[in-house]
Nanobody
């Protein structure tokens, strides 16, 4: 079973950047389209970016032009580069497949944008 471990979160000021990583166990990872999700306090989890096994990407409108998703299949890792961060980007960020059936959720990584 694939396990997911997210890292790279932290506290940054508005306009700052964070780079998140998601390490997956299991060689089957390379065939999955993957996504980064986030969940803010009191809100539902939402998919913010996705990348296919071949590298095609799509984004939530509110993060287009600021976030970049990428993957390294040789390292079983998916990345999310987040630039020009805004307070409304504050959330716990998770990675998973971008469609059902989902994998087990990791613990997530907290990203906080605050002055």
């Amino acid at each position: 079973q694939v396990q997911l471990v997210e890292s790279g979160g932290g506290l940054v000021q508005p306009g700052g950047s964070l780079r998140l990583s998601c390490a997956a166990s299991g060689s089957i990872f390379s065939i999955y389209a993957m996504g980064w999700y986030r969940q803010a306090p009191g809100k539902q989890r939402e998919l913010v970016a996705a990348v296919t096994s071949g590298g095609s990407t799509n984004y939530l409108d509110s993060v287009k032009g600021r976030f970049t998703i990428s993957r390294d299949n040789a390292k079983n890792t998916v990345y999310l580069q987040m630039n020009s961060l805004k307070p409304e980007d504050t959330a716990v960020y998770y990675c998973n497949r971008n469609r059902a059936p989902l994998l087990g959720w990791g613990q997530g990584t907290q990203g906080t944008v605050s002055a």
